[in-house]
């Protein structure tokens, strides 16, 4: 990000061929985030109009940074429909549904589509899909299928072409196999990663019997229980056929008796443990994927397509009827307001003359925080933009390590197409530049970081390789110094004693921070101040509890609060959570 904005400053300020700022389209992910830019942009014109007073280039960029297109997408085609909303079939006067008066309107319209779809012409169909995904006591589990299947359409550039394929995808030819479907390579990967997870527990284990005083007997069970994950895999690379036939002539071999005193009771009961752990896997891959035959899956995947069309009928339905009922009440939502400004931006699959408009206003287009962007997305930046991917005026800046909206329904693949494709020397595709310099933390932190994620993140986990290019380079202004990072284990105690405290782990996670920082605090610990450059006394306010959600949150401000420790958090309980009430 800050790349972006030093680049969208330079462009500005440059003293040969200056870009203005109205020229520019920049677009980022948050409301905050364009704020900080338009911001940053603002003090870098008034330097630079302090150091140049007589330049009326910058004088103007003052008079315009207000107009400066900065500013998240939504918003961006927000300003697009309002100013050609005359070409639309909406109310010029529209607003912003709110997201509980959307939701609110989501569940009436679905209510009514089900019922008239109950009572229609069609309301065999519409039962016989009823009977196939929802309980004998109401259709809840049908309503969530079709705003699920609604929302997945509409980050699609063409929702309705996009319902009308899924169908096709149940729609198998005679004669084809399970190896023959479009998904199937996706799910044997899957399958392979917990078989080579299973074959990885099978070797520790086996490296459990070769200790000294292990259990050495069931070096041969181990051996034999690799020997068949080891054909399972292979049976999974020739066919699915194959992995059935041998799922249902498979069975484990007997463990081998562990005679007492012949070895450390610890080693065999965590040996035991092992081959438990590697028969849970592969039993459970046998059970979830493989009780039915290839030829019987393959026909209830045929007696799937017409329940599919019944769903995808019903979707479409309910789209439409979303879609007016929003019009008649003069509202949009985000979705909307993108699908609008495409309708707009474009005409027979091709840029319509506003795009051209716009490819000739913006000398660039610069996208922060790429990874997170959908194909509805990406089709509308196409279409503003100019140029190939060689000689386009397309900047973006993305870390797919950082791509955690996936269920938001991002496709950070658009970042893997584009990272893949591009290379370092620009030859026949576009620029690739690594950033990977990190000014925000210690070289200890970076180096435990790119420590663990070297060995754990490839292409096949995490879906880019974690190599010199992707690790981070240490760049923040901390003086050297010996700061070891720590990792804590916090487990219960082995012991047939009742514990003191009956707590929760949320509990004696924030005791043991709580206790930490109190340690820090009364050690009078010092640190270093960047902005000062110069080491002060440790305050509250330095330190910051990262939680991977906030769920726990609760429980460590009462914990904080017991320990006398100053303490924000936002939590998002209600009113009557409030410990005043």
């Known amino acids: 990000t800050a790349v972006l904005i030093n680049r969208m400053i330079e462009k500005v300020i440059a003293e040969e061929d200056p870009i203005s700022v109205d020229e520019l389209l920049v677009v980022t992910f948050t409301n905050a985030s364009a704020a900080e830019m338009r911001h940053r942009m603002l003090g870098a014109l008034e330097e630079a109009v302090a150091q140049n007073p007589e330049s009326k280039h910058l004088r103007k960029q003052l008079r315009l940074i207000n107009k400066a297109q900065i500013s998240t997408l939504h918003s961006f085609c927000l300003q697009v429909v309002k100013q050609y909303a005359y070409l639309l079939e909406i109310d010029p006067g529209f607003r912003i549904a ?81 190896d023959d479907l479009p998904f199937i390579g996706d799910l044997k990967m899957t399958i392979r990663h917990a078989f080579e997870e299973a074959l990885q527990i099978a070797l520790e284990g086996k490296m459990l019997t070769l200790q000294p005083d292990g259990p050495e007997v069931l070096g041969e069970t181990f051996d034999l229980d690799l020997a068949v994950i080891e054909a399972a895999i292979a049976a999974l690379e020739e066919s699915w056929e194959s992995l059935y036939a041998l799922s249902k002539s498979f069975s484990w071999p007997k463990a081998a008796t562990i005679r007492k005193d012949t070895c450390d ?64 009440r003069a509202i949009v939502d985000f979705s909307d307001l993108e699908h609008y400004a495409l309708k707009i931006l474009s005409e027979g699959g091709k840029p319509s003359a506003i795009a051209k408009e716009y490819q000739a206003q913006f000398k660039e287009v610069l996208v922060d925080e790429y990874q997170d962007t959908n194909m509805l997305q990406e089709t509308i930046l196409s279409l503003v933009k100019s140029g190939t991917e060689e000689t386009g005026n397309l900047f973006m800046v993305g870390d797919v390590k950082q791509s955690i909206y996936r269920f938001r329904l991002a496709e950070p693949m658009l970042f893997l197409g584009k990272y893949s494709r591009f290379t370092k020397e620009a030859e026949g595709t576009g620029l690739r530049i690594d950033l990977n310099a990190n000014f925000r933390s210690r070289k200890e932190i970076l180096d435990g970081t790119n420590y663990i994620f070297s060995q754990i993140m490839g292409e096949r986990v995490g879906e880019i390789t974690y190599d010199e290019a992707a690790a981070l380079k240490h760049q923040a202004p901390f003086p050297e110094s010996d700061v070891p990072i720590e990792l804590t284990l916090i487990h219960e105690p082995e012991t047939e004693e009742e514990p003191e405290d009956d707590l929760a782990k949320s509990q004696w996670e924030a005791r043991y921070i709580a206790a930490k920082i109190r340690e820090l605090m009364e050690q009078e610990t010092l640190v270093y101040d960047p ?51």
């Open 98 to 178: 709110n997201e509980t008066e959307a939701a609110l309107l989501r569940d009436d319209v679905l209510e009514a589509v089900l019922e008239n779809a109950y009572q229609g012409e069609g309301a065999e169909a519409v039962y016989r899909l009823a009977d196939s995904f929802t309980s004998d006591r109401n259709d809840q589990a049908m309503e969530v299928l079709l705003s699920k299947l609604y929302d997945y359409s509409r980050v699609h550039p063409e929702p309705e072409r996009w319902l009308e394929g899924v169908p096709a995808l149940y729609a198998v030819p005679e004669g084809a196999t399970i």
């Open 265 to 328: 009771p610890r080693l065999a009961e965590e040996a035991k443990g092992r081959r438990n752990e590697v028969k849970k896997i592969v039993n459970g891959i046998f059970e979830s994927y493989f009780i039915r035959s290839p030829k019987r899956l393959l026909a209830e995947m045929r007696e799937m397509a017409p329940l599919m069309e019944t769903l995808v009928g019903l979707t479409k339905t309910f789209a439409a009827q979303y879609r007016s009922l929003k019009i008649d």
């Open 531 to 581: 902005w000062k450059q110069q080491n002060r006394p440790l305050e509250y306010s330095d330190i910051v509890v990262l939680m991977r959600s906030m769920t726990w949150s609760g429980d460590f401000v009462d914990e904080f609060k017991a320990a006398g420790i100053p303490l924000y958090a936002e939590l998002t309980g209600g009113y009557f959570d409030a410990l005043e009430v």
